[in-house]
């Protein structure tokens, strides 16, 4: 994902200093809350559209991760691709491990979301039409390059970013919270 913003993960045991509303599903709604107009038009979509939107996303698979901002606090949303993990996945409602990378589209610093979850990996996604809490935890150097592997088969502009980064790019699980990873 080429995502500029940092995000912030909001649960509703985290408080926050923003008007943020806590949902049925105990988790706080902390509205668009990113900065980059890209990004803020992206997650009205996808909010208003049960996950789907169009333009440079469309078909692609896309979530949004909220992250607790390092320094502020607050939460951070912001669009990212995902890989379903395990393959099968794909089709599995549960959606219990996804795979994001934190390529910046290839720029030589990672994107503000990955610095906000190696602080605190408390993370909410949403999926569709789902939102939940979700675990971040980079993945163990057996898994990194088989799932960047998986991911530049799905998305080839993933290998031009991983190209043009002078960096390696972390690859982070959400696993789903109360889940194990697998």
Not at 54 to 65: I, Q
Not at 145 to 154: M, T
């Amino acid at each position: 994902m080429t995502s500029t913003n940092s995000n912030s993960s909001a649960h509703s045991s985290i408080s926050t200093k923003t008007t943020a509303e806590t949902r049925d599903d105990g988790v706080n709604d902390d509205g668009v809350n990113n900065a980059n107009p890209f990004n803020r038009r992206v997650i009205e979509e996808f909010r208003a559209n049960e996950g789907r939107v169009g333009g440079p996303f469309e078909g692609a698979s896309l979530l949004l991760l909220t992250t607790r901002g390092a320094k502020s606090g607050l939460p951070r949303t912001t669009p990212a691709v995902y890989l379903p993990d395990p393959p099968a996945a794909a089709t599995d409602a549960a959606h219990d491990r996804l795979i994001v990378f934190a390529s910046n589209g290839g720029s030589e610093k990672a994107p503000g979301w990955y610095h906000n979850l190696v602080k605190d990996p408390s993370v909410v996604v949403e999926v569709g039409g789902e939102r939940y809490a979700a675990l971040a935890t980079p993945v163990d150097a057996r898994e990194h390059d088989e799932l960047w592997r998986r991911q530049i088969e799905r998305d080839p502009n993933f290998a031009e970013f991983r190209d043009r980064a002078p960096r390696t790019i972390p690859v982070i699980a959400l696993t789903r919270a109360g889940h194990t990873s697998g």
